[in-house]
């Protein structure tokens, strides 16, 4: 199975080659060698970047590379912080948004106590402020309705 | 007489209180990542680009340069104190860093990597100041062709040092390259591959690339990890160097640096290049040898002096032929693109306040990074006890309110999170982002070199292996290529075993 897995990453990357080689090819145009078109050098990246996916792909059968395990801890935390900036920064401000974004991110973390969690959190919106709105002027709405 | 002229005109840019303000906080960021193992100068420079546009450019740049020569600081700390390497670079600091330390002579090793650091990036300098200026004048003779080939020369250098392969690397930088073709092509007005999305039209931001490929997938990488904090006594034992560790320390520290020297300016390797092969090199030819990996001083200074010197001249090949020496350097050209100034062989003669400004400042930053590392080191062995938790819920929100605070648009924020998950799957399957992001800011002007040089040539390909300079190029980047990928070795091998077998015949 890991095995398979493994065969994937260049098969992603094959794809991504001849789809921008075939995209180039079939919806921009190509022009002359003298007077080239919008799609020629994306043509011949992409089909430079199919031939190394193949290079890499035989390689990988002949000895598959390892592939590392993914962390979907790691990866929630990192997702759950931005979305949750994302979200309410619209809604409540950058203040609450970064407070909140902190202690998504950390709580994560199994070692980092609870405590902690919410002093950082505070800590960082207060130095967002320090920095970027008093420091730099960046016109942010720190704290919506205030 | 013209250097000193250039020179004066660089203190009257550096010496201003807005420009050592900046380079002060630079070179001290730069320590602060270089001393936490796990976050690298790439990060930072990638979470500072919002920061910069609201700075001028050579401010900006002092600041960002700041960060990229002080990491080459701070990174040996933790290598001697924890034997975790801050930086890649700073890896082989750990072979003889590390055993000093435990010998109770950490202070020592500390000290005399900060006069390392500060004599090879000196020498570096000295080497940039001289070399720069030529070089940039030889290069105006480059036409399309050979912009073109050198462009392709800096790529297949950086997929080469790449630590999954030649052929993954490569296949990075096309990737790249192609990501930098999504928006309107500069020559028809055409759009390319935005699949009829408006906000792609200007195609992808710098910033959100960066940032996601770097910042945030790297958080994902280490968020969780096992991360180790110093536990030691702190610093005890004298910190000045006997006489004789100074006198052992000389020659190494000249060898090192100018090893250092010129791994940096060839394009594609850096500091850690430089470090091995200085270390690699003064086993050979130092007398003390056999201390070697016991706690020799020489093994600090080298290879320190090495990635130091690479540091500052890796600025050459940037600044005079726009071709990036490492993944950050090519985040520094965008962040001098961003700012208008194309970056080339006629940035010195077009913005010489910025160039030698940039040089004047390598100096400052240099003293104050002997001050940080010297008298403040206490600061640094402190921040290692700090666990490493704090810093990356941190991190994210930086991410998160510098894309934000430059575009104003949550649209960003949620790409450069896209980006992030893309260079964390990328990781997991053993590919290395860095060559992707120097692809993708090549990318652009190396089709504009390619679609002039086949006008000019009226058509013709062979235009890049006519003219003899395109030509040597070329065959340069060939033969790097093609002593990665073939089994030399295996080949030398098997002719040992044959000529064996005929001798016992």
């Not at chain 1, 590379?65 to 990192?78: E, I, N, Q, T, Y």
């Not at chain 2, 840019?13 to 976050?39: D, E, R, W």
């Not at chain 2, 999504?182 to 591959?193: I, K, Q, W």
Request: charged share 10%; with cysteine.
């Amino acid at each position: 199975m890991r095995r398979l897995i493994s065969h994937l990453g260049p098969v992603i990357m094959l794809m991504a080659g001849l789809g921008f080689a075939i995209g180039a090819a079939t919806s921009l145009e190509l022009g002359s060698f003298r007077r080239m078109g919008p799609g020629a050098f994306p043509l011949l990246v992409g089909a430079v970047l199919s031939l190394l996916a193949l290079t890499a792909l035989i390689e990988n059968l002949r000895r598959p590379m390892h592939v590392d395990k993914a962390d979907p801890w790691a990866v929630l935390g990192v997702i759950g912080g931005v979305s949750a900036f994302a979200f309410l920064t619209p809604l409540a401000g950058v203040l609450p948004a970064t407070a909140l974004a902190v202690f998504a991110t950390g709580s994560v973390i199994p070692e980092f106590r609870w405590p902690y969690r919410i002093a950082l959190a505070l800590g960082v919106s207060m130095a967002v402020w320090l920095i970027f709105v008093l420091g730099l002027g960046i016109p942010f709405v720190a704290i919506r309705g205030l | 007489m013209d250097l000193l002229a250039n020179l004066a005109l660089g203190l009257a840019t550096a010496a201003t209180a807005q420009n050592l303000f900046y380079c002060f906080v630079g070179v001290f960021l730069g320590t602060f990542i270089g001393v936490l193992p796990g976050v690298g100068p790439l990060a930072a420079v990638a979470m500072l680009l919002p920061v910069s546009f609201y700075l001028p450019p050579e401010t900006a740049l002092v600041m960002l340069a700041g960060v990229y020569y002080g990491a080459e600081y701070g990174g040996s700390i933790a290598s001697i104190l924890l034997n975790i390497p801050g930086t890649p670079s700073a890896s082989v600091t750990c072979l003889d860093g590390y055993p000093m330390a435990q010998q109770g002579r950490a202070g020592v090793a500390l000290f005399s990597t900060a006069i390392a650091s500060m004599f090879g990036a000196m020498f570096g300098v000295v080497v940039m100041v001289l070399l720069a200026p030529k070089l940039a004048e030889f290069a105006l003779l480059f036409q399309p062709a050979e912009y073109f080939s050198v462009m392709v020369l800096g790529l297949v250098a950086a997929s080469v040092v790449s630590s999954s392969g030649a052929v993954r690397g490569l296949m990075m930088v096309c990737l790249g390259i192609l990501l930098g073709t999504v928006g309107v092509d500069v020559n028809s007005g055409e759009t390319r591959f935005t699949g009829g999305i408006q906000e792609l039209r200007d195609g992808v931001s710098l910033v959100v690339v960066a940032m996601g490929l770097f910042g945030i997938s790297e958080v994902m990488v280490s968020l969780r990890g096992a991360t180790q904090s110093y536990a030691g006594a702190g610093l005890t034992g004298r910190l000045l160097p006997t006489r004789s560790e100074w006198q052992r320390s000389f020659m190494p520290a000249i060898r090192g640096s100018t090893v250092g020297s010129f791994f940096g300016t060839l394009p594609g390797t850096g500091q850690t290049v430089a470090s091995f092969v200085g270390y690699a090199l003064e086993k050979r030819v130092n007398r003390n040898r056999a201390e070697f990996g016991k706690g020799a001083i020489e093994g600090v200074v080298v290879p320190e002096s090495a990635n130091n010197a690479a540091a500052q001249t890796a600025f050459i090949p940037t600044l005079t032929l726009g071709i990036p020496g490492s993944t950050t350097m090519a985040l520094m050209l965008g962040a001098l693109m961003i700012h208008g100034i194309t970056p080339g062989p006629r940035l010195i003669a077009e913005h010489p306040d910025l160039f030698w400004g940039l040089v004047v400042s390598f100096v400052f930053g240099n003293i104050f990074l002997l001050i940080l590392n010297i008298p403040l080191i206490g600061i640094w062995v402190r921040l290692l006890r700090v666990p490493h938790y704090y810093l990356y819920p941190t991190v994210i929100v930086l991410i998160c309110v510098g894309v934000f605070g430059i575009s104003n648009s949550l649209t960003d924020v949620w790409a450069t999170l896209t980006f992030g998950v893309i260079g964390y799957v990328l990781r997991l399957f053993r590919f290395e982002p860095a060559p992707m992001l120097i692809g993708f800011v090549l990318g652009p002007m190396m089709e504009e070199y390619f679609r002039r040089a086949m006008l000019l040539s009226r058509g013709d390909p062979t235009v890049f292996i006519s003219r003899p300079g395109s030509a040597a190029l070329l065959a340069v980047a060939a033969f790097l290529l093609a002593a990665t990928i073939l089994p030399w070795k295996q080949w030398v091998l098997q002719g040992m075993s044959a000529v064996r077998n005929v001798g016992l015949k």
